[in-house]
């Protein structure tokens, strides 16, 4: 595949009356079967609006910001849409960062330590919060030591804690890893639960635009003159994304399904999160 060429129409499925029968369209089990690979060029996201939902792609190395990962490129073995996917919800939905014990934990951006917690008390373990200097705030949870304190200035990059287990009075309540979460425009959250995707925010400052990449099973979705970029959020529903109603979506060199035919938009709606 030529990763520098223009962006090319993708095939399109038309499910309208006269397509497959409801039985056939068996909701996520149907999704997962298109087994489709969608390439996104740069090019295609400017002109398609879908750079926005760029940070959505599973494992995306960058995305529309400029927040460093706590502890690098690791595995990721929670995401944020995984936490609020949880029954109940977590009560403060963040990424979990697979890491062994005693990795260095990073200050995503510049900013002042507003929080720190170092007991291991409650589900959260040791904590440290950060207000950052554009207005949003993080939070790194588990911890086994803090080296920051309360009213400090950090730099993006500066060591501000150690990854532990801690958690419910112990330095073993969890399997190790950090949590992180983050709030947009609040210098101190209050609703632990109106957080959002910190992968969403990720960027290298000297290159912030997201990468070429390929990724499975990423379409277009046409609901009677609606349109919706479906991506897969690991073992979850994959995730409906409102592109509008006017969108250029389709010349993204994505597949289209065009749906139009109620059954199946039933079905897309059963196997999807997101689809209005």
Not at 88 to 117: H, L, Q, W
Not at 129 to 142: T, V
């Amino acid at each position: 595949m030529i990763l520098n060429e223009e962006p090319r129409r993708g095939p399109v499925l038309d499910l309208s009356h006269g397509g497959p029968r409801p039985e056939d369209l068996d909701g996520l089990t149907y999704l997962r079967g298109l087994s489709r690979r969608g390439f996104l060029t740069s090019a295609a996201l400017a002109a398609s609006g879908l750079s926005a939902a760029f940070g959505l792609l599973p494992g995306s190395a960058q995305a529309g910001g400029s927040y460093q990962r706590p502890c690098g490129s690791v595995r990721i073995s929670s995401s944020w849409q995984d936490h609020r996917n949880r029954t109940p919800p977590s009560g403060e939905p963040g990424t979990d960062y697979a890491v062994g014990i005693g990795t260095p934990v990073m200050a995503a951006a510049n900013g002042t330590i507003r929080f720190v917690k170092t007991d291991t008390s409650t589900a959260t373990g040791r904590v440290v919060g950060m207000a950052h200097d554009d207005g949003n705030y993080s939070r790194h949870l588990h911890l086994s030591t803090v080296t920051v304190a309360t009213g400090q200035r950090v730099s993006r990059g500066q060591t501000i804690a150690y990854t532990g287990a801690s958690a419910n009075g112990s330095d073993s309540g969890v399997g190790p890893h950090v949590h992180t979460s983050l709030w947009l425009n609040t210098g101190s959250p209050t609703n632990f639960r109106a957080t959002v995707d910190f992968e969403s925010y990720v960027g290298d400052l000297t290159s912030p635009n997201p990468p070429d990449q390929e990724v499975d099973e990423v379409f277009i979705a046409n609901v009677k003159g609606n349109w919706y970029l479906v991506v897969p959020q690991g073992t979850s529903k994959p995730r409906a994304v409102v592109l509008g109603g006017d969108s250029n979506a389709a010349a993204s060199g994505l597949p289209v399904l065009n749906f139009s035919w109620d059954p199946s938009i039933n079905a897309l709606r059963a196997a999807v999160d997101g689809i209005g």
